[in-house]
């Protein structure tokens, strides 16, 4: 499962991504095309790596970082080149110049990492004997042509041309195949780089990668996560950065959740309007992130690695594949109970389910979806405004308004009951009294 | 040498031809052979494929470029490969064109190239910014007006307009139609503040209100059927971002209270309205201004038309000088 595939999901990945300022377009292909990370040690590694730039980034003079960042600017991505050289092609000027360039950016790039004690984090490999081979002259400069140092009879045949600009076309001709010979002669020479150059061009997309993720780290208050041992996750302080963003600008604050899940299935109740639906796509959200290597929004979080990530939410419609809106639903959840016989160690975030059908084979299908995905080596989380007999599962329930005011936060509770503050919130929102009214009246005399 | 040295006081140059083959590649090779490239770095580029060695539309001759050495230019992959100049490479951008990559490059002798630049605004705009970051002096962009590119060359702090015979083969006509180009291209800046509230914005129509406040009227562009300008009594100026039409101006000069608001486009080639619109709004007490401008150094002319027609070279360079009292060469004659 690469990151291009999961980009879109409606955690809003793609938002975390969007504010990734990645400085070269090779880097944000190369992150596209990462794979999920799904073991331990793997994701630790990588966050090994990120520390060391959070670091740099907490500690360093901003105009050092610049000095970093605007280098990485000048990374191009030249993989097509790199390819002609592994197969004994002929490289022409612009192709040199293209090695060439990288070459210089990687010396640089490695210099001023070592000055950050940064050069243990990433390994650039060496590229002065490439360098070597395409500066003779020795001038140290990003620009590149075939030298008059090549060769003695192209030297020659230059001051003859400027002497001669009258002969300059057949002059540039004999040039043209004396050029040829030596950009043959380069391109072998360099053939045996290409394994090094292709190393050296990885490692400063990820340079330019992981710079990026620390800064994040440092805007968006984000932390470093805890790999779980005991097959519990738990957050303390989360929030959806993009829901957060939002809520600003029109001058409100994001309340930030607690919460702990492990193997057991978490059934989340509460209110509408109480943000459980946030709460699944934060954590979504969270669990990608952590299995690619991103800061997590939360105060501090402690993650279950995951074999695989199943978030169905019940609002979206499949028109275009002719479906309804439970029928995609369906669809959904039953690729999640295929996966659950099969693999080991999923994560399914499932919202409302069966929401859109009448209450008493909603119920139902809840219920059961419970019962059948508790057998599976899983987490299950899921949110509903039915009453559940939650049999095994832990209830949490949305805290609900308080004296007016919307608490968000996560109680633990004994049973699935759903609250029943829907006319309470609809008078709130100061809905049509006739039409609410009526309602009520229509709950009390069942009730009786 | 006529006006090369107003060339050197200013840090950019375009060279825009009317018409095609009005002169605008005699005028630039012209230029760069006289241009002191031992003493300054100046770079040239073209906007957008205007290199092929046949022209595709006309299928007359289009001559490469003859650099001196020493020259900074910018030109695409493909036509980087097809030079014929000892050159070395300085940078690849990734700013694409159908030929490739734009790629920059310095002469090390004299020789010839095609030149295809950048066929974006933003890319053209970006590339002078590049080569004043490199050191360099000057920057010459070979641009079209009647070619269908979006990088204009309003960008650039100068400007030498070709036009000839090729625009028309009646004298009093081409002298009429040239001097109302001259006019547009020498309409003045809006005020400072106004410029401010106004450059960021790329579309739609926005007008500032007495206090300084932006609005944006909601027909997108000029060309709109449906505009109305109920509530703009306190109008100070409006901005149409794209293209300003002839029927937008006549709605604004038949509006009460807004004949004599100033009217801001980006620059003189967002302006298509006919010179007898633009006369009626001015004379209404309406002015027209815009966010960028180039200085108009000279214009070239070209008596001969594709066709062979040939006008009398004197004859149009004094009516011509005369209408648009601005110095008038024709460059084949002067050289």
Known sequence: MQLKNVIDSPCALRFMLDKLELQS?????????????????????????????????????????????????????????????????????????????????????????????????????????????????????????????????????????RQHPELSDQLLLEAGEIELEVRTDLSKQLHHFAPTIKRALL??????????????????????????????????????????????????????????????????????????????????????LFQFGFGIPAASATIDVKSHI????????????????????????????????NERNLLALIDEPARTTNPTEGTALVTALLKVLAQADMSLILTTHYDIEPGDARCLRVKGFDNGVMNYALVEVLDGEAPHEALNIAQLLNIDPQWITLARDIVNTAAK | MPF???????????????????????????????????????????????????????????????????MYFATSEAHYKLRRVVSELIDVSDERTSLGRVVTAR?????????????????????????????????????????????????????????????????????????????????????????????NLDKGIWWLDDEGALHELSAGTSLSQDIHFEGMEHCRALFVTGALVDGFVEKLRSRKGLKDVE????????????????????????????????????????????SGYVLDSDTLCHKLSEAIELPVYDLLKAS
């Not at chain 1, 003079?61 to 990374?75: A, C, R």
């Not at chain 1, 612009?94 to 010396?107: G, P, T, Y």
């Not at chain 1, 330019?208 to 790999?227: H, N, R, T, Y």
Request: a neutral charge; one cysteine or more; hydrophobic letters at 45%.
């Open chain 2, 263 to 306: 009217l801001v486009v980006r620059d003189f080639t967002r302006i298509f309205v006919t010179p007898q619109t633009l006369k009626m709004f001015l004379r209404g007490g309406g002015r027209l201004t815009v966010l960028q401008k180039s200085k108009l150094i000279a214009v070239t002319v070209n008596p001969t038309s594709p």
């Open chain 2, 107 to 199: 002469a090390l002798t004299t020789g010839k190239v095609l030149l295809s630049g950048p066929s974006s605004a933003a890319g053209l705009v970006r590339w002078m910014s590049q080569m004043k970051q490199m050191g360099i002096d000057l920057t010459i962009v070979d641009g079209a007006l009647s070619r269908l590119s979006s990088a204009s060359p309003a960008v650039s702090q100068s400007m030498i307009l070709a036009t000839g015979a090729a625009f028309s083969i009646n004298v009093n006509t081409l002298v009429q139609k040239t001097a109302f180009v001259v006019q547009l291209i020498d309409l003045p800046l809006a005020a400072d503040d106004t410029r401010r509230c106004f450059d």
């Open chain 2, 4 to 70: 090369i040295n107003d060339i050197l006081k200013y840090g950019s140059l375009s060279i825009v031809g009317l018409e095609k083959n009005t002169g605008k590649t005699e005028c630039l090779k012209y230029v760069l052979g006289r241009l002191p490239v031992d003493s300054r770095r100046i770079a040239v580029t073209s906007i957008g494929i205007d290199g092929e060695t046949v022209d595709q539309v006309t299928r007359t001759q289009k001559p490469e470029i003859t650099l001196p050495e020493g």
């Open chain 1, 203 to 288: 490692a400063l997309a990820r340079i330019d990668i992981e710079l990026a993720k620390a800064l994040q780290i440092k805007q968006m208050g984000l932390c470093f996560p805890v790999i779980s041992q005991d097959g519990v996750s738990s957050f303390e302080g989360l929030f959806h950065p993009q829901v957060k963003e939002a809520l600003e600008t029109v001058g409100r604050t994001f309340q930030p959740v607690d919460i702990s899940f492990g193997l057991k299935p978490t059934l989340i109740t509460g209110a509408n309007m109480g943000g459980k639906t946030v709460v699944l796509k934060t954590l979504t959200l969270c669990q990608y």
């Open chain 1, 25 to 161: 377009g090779l880097a944000r292909r190369c992150l596209l095309d990462m794979e999920m990370l799904t073991d331990a040690e793997s994701i630790a590694a990588c966050y090994d790596v990120l520390r060391h730039f959070a670091r740099f980034v907490a500690d360093t003079d901003h105009v050092h970082i610049s000095t970093l960042l605007f280098k990485l600017q000048t990374l191009k991505d030249i993989g097509t080149t790199i390819r002609n050289l592994e197969h004994h092609a002929t490289l022409d000027d612009i192709e040199l110049f293209e090695v060439k360039h990288l070459a210089i950016l990687a010396v640089d790039v490695k210099k001023l990492l070592r000055q950050h004690g940064l050069d243990q984090a990433v390994e650039v490999p060496d590229l002065d004997e490439v360098i070597t081979i395409l500066d003779p002259d020795g001038l140290k400069m990003a620009s590149f042509y075939i030298y008059d140092s090549y060769c003695q009879q192209l030297k020659d045949l230059r001051t003859k041309m």
């Open chain 1, 310 to 341: 199943f978030f169905c939410i019940g609002d979206e419609q499949s028109v275009e594949k002719g479906l309804s809106s439970f029928a995609a639903e369906m669809k959904n959840i039953d690729a999640v109970i295929k996966a659950s016989r």
